[in-house]
């Protein structure tokens, strides 16, 4: 498939006009799934017609299955998910010691995969990978995105927030033109997004699967003719504790559906 | 088994129910490409069976025009206690199975 | 000697009329009976929730045996053909399917008397901007 670069080009030029970026009222804020029809709101709703939910519930056997040198399961360590993991997705990416930076959700389960498990790591935007991340971040479903109030996650999220301003691309667009100044306006046929990372990993129609918070952002760089950072770069790690800032509050909704 | 099957666990003996079947299935058509533009091969379910106490109650021809992760819905009339069965047919002979039980009270 | 047929392309498909008239083996079609529930206006064409309903007692004597789903402008018309029993309470299907463009959508239901209904509904399906790119 291809993109449209006339529609970007003439968004380019519209937005070549607009104000500098500013922040969505909190009042404003609205998830992705308040711009679906009701069809894919009501797909998204019912998790026996939602087809997210096949990698939850892969997720969930693979979190039972004791594996790697050390033949441990998560369950081994992490017991009964719906309890150990409740909440957790809606914390990440949270700061790790070691690294000394901050790492999200399927970067843990990697780590944990790694030197817990002593396995092969599970690559990036990977079945199991995703199924694990959508399983963890499924008991999460409902409740309210709570980003943790640690000093040393700070540095890491102004860095996030001044990429979301950053132009990039021959397109020369920032997250920001499109997602804070011309949310609820039409791009092509449309709807622009405040791109609040509620849902991920979701169930995206046009994928016809399931995907990374991670891949999404690559689409967007690779959309304004920009090279897109690495899965795993620390630049998508640092934009999404940015986004999971903006969207405090807002509820998770993993596994979403969104066209 | 990547199926998700909804059926009321129970129902009123003469009561309409909905059954809702989904199958976690590519549906490819044959037409796509995937990386370096090399064409992925189609492979498509083109047969879904419902049976109750072994008698079909619902049958669906499928083609490549059914999304990815087929789902179907409709209805029967709950006479009896007993169990649903599906199948899913490949076109490469392949075939996949579900169960799901109902009360009839 | 005849010529050999030219193979047809995969965008070479039969017109909407045609694909109906082979499925009804040439016999009238009639308008009615049949409800077809499709959102005018969708997001993205590879997964839309479509409905169909006919008007039917579905008992021995009475009920749709077949209801068949084409479309007017994919490379191939079918999407499904669904088969019904007397006993399922109502004649109803839901499923999700894929519109390649902006088209055309057909219900048709074959009843126990061999009698042929139909509904059509035309879909609009948008086209998004900002789609995925691989690289």
Redesign the interface.
Known sequence: MRGRPWALLLLAAVLAAAAAAADIPEADRRSGYELMSPELRAMQDDELSNPGMFSVLDGERLWQEPGGAAGTACAGCHGDAEESMRGVAARYPAFDAALGRPIDLAGRISQCRTERQEAEPLPRESEALLALSAFVAHQSRGLPIDPPDDPRLQPFRARGAELYQTPIGQLDLACASCHDDNWGRRLGGSTIPQAHPTGYPLYRLEWQALGSLQRRLRNCMIGVRATPFDFGAPELIELELHLMARAAGMAMETPAIRP | M?T???VPKTANKGE??EI?A?I?H?ME?G?RTG?NGVPIPRRIIHRFTCSFAGR??????????????????????A?QSGSFTFTWTDEDGTTQSAAAEITVT | MPSEPTPRLAYDRPPLDEVIRAFTNGMAVRTGKVTLDLSPLVENGNAVPVKVTVESPMTEADHVRRIALFNERNPQPDIAVFHLFPGAGRAEVATRMRLATSQKVAAVAEMADGGFWMAEASVVVTLAACIEDLI
């Open positions: 990547r998700l099957i909804n309409i129910v809702r989904m976690a590519p058509t037409y990386e079909e109650i619902f049958a669906a021809d499928l083609f490549p025009a059914m999304s990815a992760n087929p789902f179907l819905a409709f209805t029967t009339i006479t």
